[in-house]
């Protein structure tokens, strides 16, 4: 082939690489390795000069940014007990990045503040109550989960809970210190889990869990928070926190951090907002389902209403 129709050819197989990625655009559920085979073979060809003398750079940039944003370490907000109207509820979900809504079940607007969260594109958690070392039991709120009880009304509470809220992709204790050094009684709710095609995120109010242990013995991931933003109960400080919370991201790649609606909520949407625009380009929010998939490489066969 000649230097001039060499050229053509070209220039011909450009426009078929931006067709091919145009496509997968268009159509969500093509699988994606198909759709980067297409890619890599219609952009086999260098790229054409443009009149000036130039290489066509816009999907060199395309490129560079979705690197940049996979180079990027990773933060999933988890804010806790929704489902009562709680104060902050308003400010949470207006928040400019993604976050992960944990709702307790069987309150008010349980399955109202689950169906606003899904709709927003926001990950749900059952926010379980579960018995604690310490604490007014008034605090755990309805269908807890106690030590006291066998295995098949742990197993009861667990899948009563989950069928209270819809939409909800895993589970995360609320309080919870009792039962989550408890072999037994983790095994039971780690094994509905498992089931449903859930993975529990252990809440670390008890810092002798045995759960991430048990959730990888079972092959699940064994996720964690790592960070309590509002332990004091101030926007300064949860901004404060959040500085913590990119400290860890950078250095460990990712990090799980939860806040809470509440008495103090504004306060703590408030000081996550804050923090939020001082990490604007230095770490990426996600929803904890987006961290999972992505660090231990879980692919759940979850089926959501």
Not at 42 to 54: E, K
Not at 75 to 83: H, K, N, R, S
Not at 86 to 103: S, W
Request: hydrophobic content about 40%; overall charge positive; aromatic content about 6%.
């Amino acid at each position: 082939m000649n230097t001039s129709n060499h050229r053509v050819k070209r220039i011909l197989l450009y426009p078929l690489a931006t067709a091919v990625i145009m496509a997968a655009a268009l159509i969500p559920s093509a699988p994606y390795a198909v759709t980067a085979a297409s890619v890599d073979k219609a952009l086999s060809a260098p790229a054409p000069a443009d009149s000036r003398g130039g290489s066509v750079s816009g999907n060199n940039r395309t490129v560079g940014n979705q690197q940049q944003q996979q180079a990027l370490s990773r933060v999933a907000v988890i804010i806790d007990d929704f489902g009562n109207s709680m104060r902050g509820t308003e400010e949470m979900f207006k928040l400019p990045v993604k976050i992960t809504v944990a709702v307790m079940p069987f309150l008010r607007s349980s399955e109202q503040d689950a169906r606003r969260a899904h709709e927003l594109g926001f990950d749900v958690l059952v926010h379980l109550p579960m018995e604690p070392r310490q604490g007014k039991p008034e605090w755990l709120g309805p269908g807890a989960v106690l030590t006291s009880m066998n295995d098949a009304e742990v197993r009861g509470r667990v899948e009563a809970a989950l069928d209270n809220v819809p939409y909800a992709i895993g589970i995360n204790n609320h309080m919870g210190s009792k039962v989550t050094g408890d072999e037994r009684v983790m095994g039971i709710v780690l094994e509905v889990c498992k089931e449903r095609g859930l993975f529990f995120v252990d809440s670390h109010t008890n810092y002798r869990s045995v759960a991430g242990r048990m959730a990888r013995e079972l092959g699940m991931p064994p996720v964690e928070n790592h960070i309590f933003l509002d332990d004091v109960h101030s926007a300064s400080h949860v901004a404060k926190q959040m500085k913590l919370v990119q400290e860890r991201a950078l250095s460990q790649k990712f990090c799980v951090t939860i806040g809470h609606v509440g008495i103090q909520g504004k306060e703590t949407a408030a000081g996550i907002r804050s923090g939020i625009a001082g990490m604007k380009d230095k770490v990426q929010f996600v929803g904890i389902s987006d961290l999972v998939r992505e660090e231990w490489k879980w692919n759940s066969r979850l089926t959501l209403p």
